[in-house]
């Protein structure tokens, strides 16, 4: 039975990936179906739930549905890039070091260490407040440069167990060269790893960029990590009807970690069956 049918079976798997598809189809295509609001209604500001406005409306009158859909791709998108360019960084840099050991190994790591040691949060809001970040590449970038270390360590770790397996002796036997045996033989058999390490560093950018935008540094778009800054900014915490401007972008947020974990608890069940009952239960 391949690994996606089990993934498929795993009920805490489908649940992720069907909840993860539907974020990711209401942030890249409805904003192609809905338009967006242009423009504020004083008249209808803060308004409950309603056969018209579903979600109610926030400080300007704005319907709170229509601000999810087109507030939701960048949120997406830069979780994403910033856990792709998190993992590639971790990959390379632990991977170099766990395999060609001796003096690179002992510099690698103790650059890690270091970085590990440092406040990079309160480093990532200082650079970030410096810095002009004004769309999603940038951002990730930021974000992969302060989010490697940990997972470096681990990727070292898993590194040094498999330098003594007989293919990575083999290559080495044939001559094939460092970056051959590690890109082209170690790290393809860590895939189920770094698929797991994948999603942890995209829950952990969505963190972060979740605390910056709500610190108000980096206010591009109207993201969901937006909208709750705004909603609270403009007192929505002390109105009740207005709880629905607060609620709206957090659940999306929160439905969006939930899919990632989900997702991340099958995926190591499917990868390690060791782990009994874990995700595919």
């Not at 391949?2 to 079976?9: H, Q």
């Not at 856990?83 to 991977?95: E, F, N, Q, R, V």
């Not at 999306?252 to 995926?267: H, P, T």
Request: proline share 5%; hydrophobic share 55%; glycine share 8%.
């Amino acid at each position: 039975m391949s690994r996606l049918r089990l993934l498929a079976r795993s009920p805490s798997g489908l649940l992720g990936a069907t909840l993860l598809a539907a974020l990711v189809l209401l942030a890249f295509v409805g904003p192609l179906v809905v338009p967006p609001e242009a423009r504020a209604h004083v008249e209808r500001i803060y308004q409950g739930p309603s056969p018209q406005h579903v979600l109610g409306t926030d400080f300007q009158g704005r319907d709170n549905l229509v601000l999810l859909i087109h507030g939701g791709r960048d949120v997406i998108l830069l979780a994403f890039t910033a856990g792709l360019l998190t993992t590639l960084l971790a990959c390379t840099i632990g991977a170099i070091g766990g395999f060609v050991g001796g003096a690179v190994d002992r510099l690698l790591m103790t650059i890690t260490d270091i970085w590990l040691t440092l406040p990079r949060f309160l480093l990532l809001v200082v650079l970030a407040s410096l810095v002009r970040l004004d769309d999603v590449w940038s951002l990730a970038l930021l974000l992969a440069l302060f989010g490697w270390p940990g997972l470096a360590r681990q990727v070292r770790a898993q590194v040094l167990s498999l330098t003594r397996r007989a293919y990575v002796e083999a290559a080495r036997q044939l001559d094939l060269g460092t970056p051959h045996i590690i890109f082209r033989e170690i790290l393809p058999n860590m895939l189920p790893f770094i698929s797991i390490a994948l999603i942890g560093t995209m829950t952990q950018a969505i963190y972060a960029q979740t605390g910056l935008v709500f610190l108000g540094i980096v206010p591009f778009g109207n993201t969901w990590g937006v909208l709750f800054s705004l909603a609270y900014a403009k007192n929505a915490i002390y109105l009740p009807r207005a709880a629905w401007s607060l609620l709206c972008p957090m659940a999306a947020i929160i439905l969006f970690q939930l899919a990632l974990v989900l997702l991340a608890r099958a995926l190591e069940a499917v990868f390690n069956p060791r782990l009994g009952t874990g995700g595919a239960s």
